[in-house]
Nanobody
Framework: QGQLVESGGGSVQPGGSLRLSCAAN????????VGWFRQGPGKEREGVAC????????FYEDSVKGPFTISRDRANNTVYLHMNDLKPEDTGIYFC?????????????????????WGQGTQVTVSS
């Protein structure tokens, strides 16, 4: 099934930006919906954004609409999460996963069993 590898996390001040990368090892992401998730300290995992296989449809959790953008680079077999205007509440471990059948209806309603090939995550810390 393969695994996804996240990178690009780090520590930034409020208002800063980061670009997270989700790369696939051993398979192509072209035919999958790819999603970004995060788990903040003491919080449950939530869906942040996803993009369908044709790149025509995207979903964003309400709190990140506007500052965050999800995009796909087929030449590099990578999906990115561009994060601008970061806030302390964006702090957490960010994961990516893929699905052939799932979608995100909200940050908490995303059918966790539909998503697979979870990576190890990348830490994002936003503080002054």
């Amino acid at each position: 099934q393969g695994q996804l590898v996240e990178s690009g996390g780090g520590s930034v001040q409020p208002g800063g930006s980061l670009r997270l990368s989700c790369a696939a090892n051993g398979f192509t992401l072209d035919y999958y919906t790819v999603g970004w998730f995060r788990q903040g300290p003491g919080k449950e995992r939530e869906g942040v954004a996803c993009i369908n296989s044709g790149d025509r449809n995207t979903f964003y959790e309400d709190s990140v609409k506007g500052p965050f953008t999800i995009s796909r680079d087929r030449a590099n077999n990578t999906v990115y999460l561009h994060m601008n205007d970061l806030k302390p509440e964006d702090t957490g471990i960010y994961f990516c996963a893929k699905t052939s059948t799932g979608w995100m209806d909200s940050g908490t309603n995303y059918g966790s069993n539909c998503w697979g090939s979870w990576g190890q995550g990348t830490q994002v810390t936003v503080s002054s």
